[in-house]
């Protein structure tokens, strides 16, 4: 009989069931989770260890191990982290005291406010007991060595809110696949498995990264301490710069002097008061000598010496200086207004306007001010066109119309006019800005009427004084050459004489040609007599 080559129905059966007895030994799944009928069960994500140990997410609540199953006893209970109670804080704000509350990514910001360490543990409280009636003490916070001495454990922090466990260094700069990073709250062998954290690679990284931070900001030795010292440092460098700057231009603004002059090199001489004077100042200051050395090694495009910043820094000084007077005028309360139109080089009408008021500075006394507030663009030069104007700017300004209590003008009909001047239309506006003509104006006026009026003056001024003065100083020259100089109209053809010709030969010949044009002796007389009276006048012997 030949033997049979498959399994017989029995031994089929037979071993079927004792496949069924060992899926039997096999806990079920549902042994690993307290099912309650109102409690929903969240996805969670777990660590994934790298290392030997495995730890649960962290849990208010910790399910129950199956007793009485032996293949359960050494299993840890997996549970969700339910929501904290208290809000979570975002990446702008500081961390807080409950490292249940820190998000998982933590900004660089916040890594730097905590460096110094965690949060101070409260090793008196309560700590509360889970299902398994088991819960976290403050014998955990110290690690017992191998001599008995006992070593607090630094990183080790508490949550309150999720009564949950948190290493403060993996939280910090800990990744997903380092343990503690998220929390736990399995308490059951947790002495042994704080050990192994404490002597794991990934918790001893970061251990160096937080001591090497705590250190850097200690001692101001980090790479971000150092670049803020340096960023500081330059940032100093060139406030002090920019002061000195000011300083310059406020010194030669105060003496009316040009700040730029033929050309714009470094070592030039006519490069200008501006250039001049930042060149002696480096001589002896440490700050602007820096400045010049960067500039002469061609270590720097920044200099804050070109001529916009020039302007620039004009404009800002003018506008400090300006809101100044404003404030005192404000302060002063009552004002009247000086205007005056004039074309400048280019033909285009401008118009200046100054403010004269009281300062009471207490100690110095009473002051009358005139502040001076710029020049205005009028293209319409009618008393209605150059109020506009004011009144534009006294707008831009903040002053206000009705504290104006004077006015001052030209004698010009656009100014002064009773009907259409801008003294009338102001007084339409404020009745008490009362209207008085300007004396400067009034003077210039009398006086040019009166030279006018008088032959000597009109003689005196159509003779030119800068003429005479020269033609004194040609005769001193010419002296020496026995030259006649008692003919008025040859002493001024000596003076144009002496600016054109080059040498003395030539200078001869053309006062010898000259003679022949001044020999008739009436002009001769008529001329010798004004220029007597012109010496006469000038105090010339």
Request: hydrophobic letters at 35%; proline letters at 3%; glycine letters at 6%.
């Amino acid at each position: 009989m030949s033997k049979r080559m498959y399994k017989s129905g029995a031994s089929k059966r037979k071993a079927a069931k004792d496949a069924e007895k060992e899926l039997e030994k096999i806990p079920k799944l549902s042994t690993y989770f307290a099912l309650q009928s109102n409690v929903q069960v969240q996805a969670h994500e777990t660590d994934s260890a790298s290392s030997d140990e495995s730890y649960p997410e962290v849990s208010r609540s910790a399910s129950s191990e199956v007793e009485g199953e032996a293949s359960c006893s050494t299993k840890q209970t997996v549970t969700d982290i339910p929501a904290a109670a208290g809000k979570e804080v975002s990446e702008s704000e500081p961390l807080t005291d409950d490292p249940g509350d820190w998000l998982s990514i933590i900004s660089d910001r916040q890594v730097c406010d905590v460096a110094h360490g965690p949060p101070q543990q409260n090793e008196s409280y309560e700590f509360p007991f889970n299902e398994e009636r088991r819960r976290f003490t403050s014998t955990h916070f110290y690690r017992t060595m191998a001599n008995g001495e006992k070593i607090r454990c630094s990183w080790l922090m508490y949550s309150v809110q999720k009564d949950a466990i948190f290493c403060f260094c993996c939280k910090l700069f800990g990744t997903g696949d380092i343990p503690l990073r998220r929390g736990t709250s399995a308490w059951k062998a947790l002495s042994k498995r704080l050990q192994q954290h404490e002597t794991g690679k990934g918790h001893q990284d970061c251990m160096v990264k937080w001591f090497d931070l705590r250190s850097g900001i200690v001692n101001r030795t980090s790479i971000d301490q150092l670049e803020l010292q340096a960023f500081l440092k330059e940032r100093d460098f060139w406030r002090n710069v920019v002061k000195r700057m000011v300083d310059v231009v406020i010194f030669l603004s105060e003496r009316n002097l040009a700040f730029r002059g033929s050309n714009e090199k470094l070592g030039d001489p006519s490069n200008g008061n501006f250039l001049g004077l930042f060149e002696l100042l480096a001589k002896y200051d440490t700050v602007l000598s820096e400045l010049l050395q960067r500039i002469k090694k061609a270590e720097t495009h920044v200099q804050y010496l070109s001529p916009q910043i020039q302007n620039e820094l004009i404009q800002l000084v003018a506008s400090n200086i300006q809101e100044a007077n404003i404030a005192q005028l404000k302060k002063a309360k009552y004002y009247s207004v000086i205007l005056d139109c004039t074309p400048d080089v280019s033909h285009e009408e401008q118009m200046s306007v100054v403010l004269r008021f009281v300062e009471c500075n207490g100690e110095d006394g009473v002051n009358i001010r005139e502040a001076f507030v710029g020049f205005l663009n009028v293209h319409d030069t009618t008393g209605e066109g150059l109020l506009e104007a004011f009144l534009e700017k006294a707008n831009n300004l903040g002053i206000d119309i009705a504290d104006m209590r004077g006015q001052a003008y030209d004698n010009g009909s656009n100014m002064r006019g009773k009907n259409k001047g801008v003294q009338a239309r102001m007084l339409e506006i404020n009745d008490r800005a009362l209207y008085g003509p300007c004396g400067a104006h009034t003077w210039n006026l009398v006086i040019s009427d009166g030279a006018k009026s008088l032959k000597y003056a009109v003689d005196f001024f159509a003779f030119a004084p800068e003429n005479l003065t020269l033609s004194v100083q040609v005769e001193e020259t010419v002296s020496n050459k026995s030259v006649c100089l008692d003919n008025p109209l040859k002493l001024i053809w000596c003076n144009y004489v002496s600016s054109e010709c080059e040498d003395d030969n030539e200078m001869d010949n053309t006062l010898e040609c000259g003679n022949r044009y001044l020999k008739e002796e009436t002009e001769r007389k008529k001329c010798l007599m004004y220029t007597q009276e012109a010496r006469s006048s000038a105090g010339v012997n």
